[in-house]
């Protein structure tokens, strides 16, 4: 296999690899690689914090090759302007999200998309599509190489037809499991905020994601990554208990990414 990047011994044989470095209203950021072409999506913690995330993973902050944003919320994009710069990397961002994202500054080099329109870094096919949630034009993203696909689907209120088109047939799932209903009703955050995170526009409960699971759930299916959790209405352990009642029909392995920490380097064969 082509490679820039030093693939472990144990996964000399991948299509693509995914490595989530934080998730939460803290801050996001995804590592995908096929190898040779290495992207983030998001980059929503401080550069300093990003580089020592993907070093403490063997990943390599130079061999990158571009930063997709997903949407404008500053734990989406407050890295993406140093780290553009810092390593001369072009910036993929929809026009909306751009004239919203003043915090990114001015990067290395911007890049646009459409949402609905595939488009290719290097042998990387990405495909955004639309999300509904509180943001300007805010995307998903479907991420394809070596004839394996991987989605992306966080900060959504609904998961709507389109979306769940878009996140069948994938190896690999990052999915949001934001809040413990119960968990938001009886916590501290003041109504408003409450409704906005229930809304259409908001983020997706455990059960939602638990109930998009169960229809997303085929054989190929090997790995469905929990994303997004909220820290003061979630817990990992009531994600888990509840979206793995989903996999009836499959064996994936279901994990939850963390906030303070990255996660482990996934290889998908
Ligand atoms: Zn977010
Ligand atoms: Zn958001």
């Not at 509904?132 to 998903?140: I, Y």
Request: net charge neutral.
């Amino acid at each position: 296999m082509n490679s820039d990047n030093p693939i472990p011994q144990e996964a000399r044989e991948y299509s693509l690899a995914v490595c989530t470095l934080a998730s939460g209203s803290k801050g996001n950021a995804t590592y995908i690689s096929d190898g040779r072409t290495s992207i983030l999506i998001d980059a929503g913690l401080s550069g300093r914090e990003i580089q020592r995330r993907l070093t403490s993973r063997g990943l390599d902050p130079a061999k990158l090759t571009a930063i997709i944003v997903s949407h404008e919320h500053g734990d989406h994009t407050r890295g993406v302007g140093i780290m553009s710069r810092r390593f001369k990397l072009p910036v993929y961002i929809n026009q909306n999200t751009r004239s919203a994202s003043a915090e990114i500054g001015k990067p290395h080099e911007i890049r646009g998309f459409e949402c609905g329109t595939t488009f290719n870094i290097r042998d990387l096919a990405i495909h955004p599509f639309s999300i509904s949630h509180d943001a300007e034009d805010p995307a998903g993203f479907t991420v394809g190489s070596n004839g394996t696909r991987m989605a992306i689907a966080t900060d959504m209120g609904i998961a709507t037809a389109m979306v769940k088109e878009h996140l069948k047939h994938c190896a690999l799932l990052i999915l949001e499991a934001n809040h413990d209903p119960q968990m938001l009703e009886t916590g501290p955050y003041p109504w408003p905020l409450k409704q906005r995170i229930q809304s259409r526009t908001g983020h997706l409960s455990n059960a939602d994601s638990r109930k998009l699971l169960h229809e997303l759930q085929h054989e190929k299916l090997q790995h469905v990554i929990l994303a997004h959790l909220s820290e003061i209405n979630n817990t990992p352990h009531k994600a888990l208990e509840e979206v793995s009642r989903a996999l009836t029909r499959c064996r994936a392995q279901l994990t939850v990414a963390d906030q303070y920490d990255s996660g482990p380097v996934i290889y998908l064969k």
